[in-house]
């Protein structure tokens, strides 16, 4: 019996972006494609199959200690950046501002798909779901920095709303336009 059932839902890419490595900022560049690597992104800032533990995880290691990147993509629902957008008074959120990776299309919802979900895109190549992505001051500041007054208002609009972060199980190409299929744990939520 395989491990994950394949859902109803599928989506498509509408938007692609990498945050350049030693950058100093958070922003992300607008993308056609991006050839996804065991790594994540060649040459982008979240890059690598490990990396130092941060504030998420102090309540497991001290920061800094090296552990498995799980944070390799910041994913996030085109439907949920536009209530983003509408909870913080803007006709629109700029993805680069808020350092995705990649919008997509079409599943309800997104943010709070169940860790090792699975998004299988048309290329073969395959993104584990880790966690749901919180609301931090990173974005805020670069929406401040482009639209003054409106940064205050992104934490209290992106709760429940930013997306999620990823890792590729399997590598390949995505391109804007491309199709996927959700695939979700075969189990039951866990109820203690």
């Known amino acids: 019996m395989a491990g994950l059932k394949e859902t109803e839902y599928e989506g498509e890419v509408v938007w692609l972006g990498y945050v350049p490595a030693n ?3 958070l922003r992300s560049q607008a993308k056609d494609s991006l050839d996804l690597q065991f790594g994540g992104v060649a040459g982008e800032q979240h890059e690598g199959v490990r990396r130092p533990s941060c504030s998420r ?3 497991l290691y001290l920061k800094g200690t090296e552990i498995t990147n799980t944070r390799q993509l910041s994913i996030l629902s085109s439907e949920e950046m536009d209530e983003i957008a509408r909870g913080m008074g803007m006709a629109e ?3 680069a501002l808020i350092g995705a990776s990649m919008i997509l299309r079409g599943i309800p ?3 709070h798909l169940p860790p090792s979900s699975r998004l ?3 290329s073969g190549a395959t993104l584990t779901v880790d966690l749901e992505n919180g609301p931090c001051v990173f974005p ?3 929406i401040e920095a482009e639209a003054p007054g409106f940064g205050k208002g992104f934490i209290p609009a992106a709760t429940g709303r930013r997306g999620l972060t990823a890792w590729v199980e399997r590598p390949g190409r995505v391109s804007l336009g491309d199709r996927l299929r959700l695939f979700v ?5 866990w109820t203690p």
Do not use: C, K
């Open 23 to 25: 950058s100093g900022s």
């Open 57 to 59: 995880v102090t309540n």
């Open 93 to 95: 959120l700029d993805p």
């Open 109 to 111: 919802d997104l943010t």
């Open 120 to 122: 299988q895109f048309a």
């Open 140 to 142: 805020a500041r670069e």
């Open 185 to 189: 744990p075969d189990q039951r939520s």
